[in-house]
């Protein structure tokens, strides 16, 4: 099944080359602009920049920021030390005719980017519930991009989510 799922999204790439682009762009770039939104978000939704003093106001809200980022970067090191553990092999190393629109290497599983994009999405819902939908949809659409492009399989992004969301429930409760 895993396989039929992927089979399924890769054969929406290598249609035409403005697909691909749209691929590309969700799996790669997309990431960055997801980043910048949500420090944007963060600063911006509390008018930190307005405040007279704005680094005291930015430590008052530092549990918020430090839940987002930190969270994230802890879920994404953890996803690091399990595709070690586990070893998966990457789509385009398992199935000769699966050529990747973008250049990958190391392990798939999990997959990081879901992982730290779960997490932040999580993380930002615990504040800010209809932003963090938003997140949510974000983690989605750059996971399904990912496995279009022929660098993860459906079990790598959904066990991404799964360690993503469980880092940022356990940092919110712990």
Do not use: C
Request: aromatic fraction near 20%; proline fraction near 4%; charge should be positive.
């Amino acid at each position: 099944m895993n396989n039929d799922i992927f089979l399924f999204f890769y054969n929406l790439a290598h249609q035409s080359v403005f697909v691909d682009g749209l691929i590309v762009f969700f799996a790669v770039y997309f990431p960055y602009a997801v980043i910048l939104i949500a420090g944007v978000f963060i600063l911006m939704h509390h008018e930190v920049l307005k405040m007279e003093n704005p680094y005291r106001f930015f430590l008052q809200k530092k549990k918020e920021v430090s839940s987002a980022f930190l969270t994230g970067i802890l879920a994404w090191i953890l996803a690091f030390v399990l595709k070690f553990l586990f070893q998966m092999p990457r789509p385009f190393d398992l199935f000769s005719q699966v050529q990747s629109l973008i250049p990958e290497s190391g392990y798939a599983f999990p997959s990081g980017h879901a992982t730290f994009f779960a997490s932040l999405a999580l993380s930002i819902f615990f504040f800010h519930k209809k932003v963090g939908y938003i997140f949510m949809l974000f983690a989605l659409v750059i996971g399904l991009a990912r496995i279009t492009a022929g660098v993860h399989f459906p079990v790598d992004i959904l066990s991404g989510f799964v360690l993503g969301n469980l880092v940022a429930y356990l940092v919110r409760n712990v």
